[in-house]
């Protein structure tokens, strides 16, 4: 089976704070994603990366940064957390062709205060 | 650009209903489509896909065809259980976009016993 963890379950941060989301594939996959969800407006398109070191902005970037130094691993970053970032944030992996199956993480639920 | 449209919920049936979710896309090209799942507490799971016109994808009861005429795929099962209570997006995947998922705003289902 395809395991996609992330780092956190829940986490509260400060407004103003630095704040690293991790997530890590166990299936050598090449293409991994960072959506945020929010009721309503479904999955958007944070940041996805197509290979180590390679990275795209999705559709909302603005605030986040990607890091993707090794294969199975592709971390979020929010420079600066700020309040409308409040949000479930998703992680997902995927191989090559574009007909397969994403496969998404649990989530991390990220207050900021 | 591609955009996924889906019936405004949440949605409340009664166990053993017939469900029909509709969802209609705006796609240059020949898309594939997914139906994808998240139960409480959740990430995504894929729930089932269909990769060119007239094909119909299946899983655990629900079924949903490609139209290509009509631009649609949409979400139906013959008869919902309350462990089908959940949140359900319908997605696209253009292979011009690395496979970037774009979903629908997601349509709850609320199943009563």
């Known amino acids: 089976d395809v395991k996609v963890t992330q780092s956190s379950r829940y986490l509260v941060k400060r407004t103003g704070e630095k704040v690293f989301l991790e997530c890590v594939q166990d299936?050598?996959?090449?293409?991994m994603f960072w959506y945020r969800q929010d009721p309503g407006l479904g999955l958007r398109l944070i940041y996805f990366s197509y290979d180590v070191k390679m990275k795209e902005k999705g559709d909302i970037p603005e605030g986040y940064s990607v890091s993707r130094e090794k294969k199975e691993r592709f971390s979020l970053i929010l420079e600066s957390a700020s309040t409308n970032q409040t949000s479930m944030y998703l992680c997902?992996?995927?191989?090559?062709?574009?007909?397969?199956?994403?496969?998404f993480g649990p989530g991390t639920r990220l207050t900021v205060l | 650009g591609d955009s996924v449209t889906q019936m405004e919920g949440p949605v409340t049936l009664s166990e053993e209903a017939f469900l029909t979710i509709n969802c209609t896309y705006t796609a240059t090209g020949y898309p594939s489509l997914f139906w994808y799942v998240q139960y409480p507490g959740e990430g995504l799971q894929l729930l089932l896909k269909?990769?060119?016109?007239?094909d119909k994808g299946s899983n655990k009861g629900f079924e949903a065809t490609y139209r290509k005429e009509t631009t649609s795929f949409h979400l139906e099962k013959g008869s919902v259980q309350v462990s089908d209570s959940a949140v359900y997006f319908c997605?696209?995947?253009?292979?011009?976009?690395?496979?970037?998922?774009?979903f629908g705003q997601g349509t709850t289902l609320q199943v009563k016993p």
């Open positions: 269909a990769t060119k016109a007239d």
């Open positions: 997605a696209l995947s253009h292979s011009g976009n690395t496979g970037k998922l774009i």
């Open positions: 997902a992996s995927r191989p090559t062709s574009s007909t397969d199956t994403q496969y």
């Open positions: 299936m050598d996959h090449e293409n």
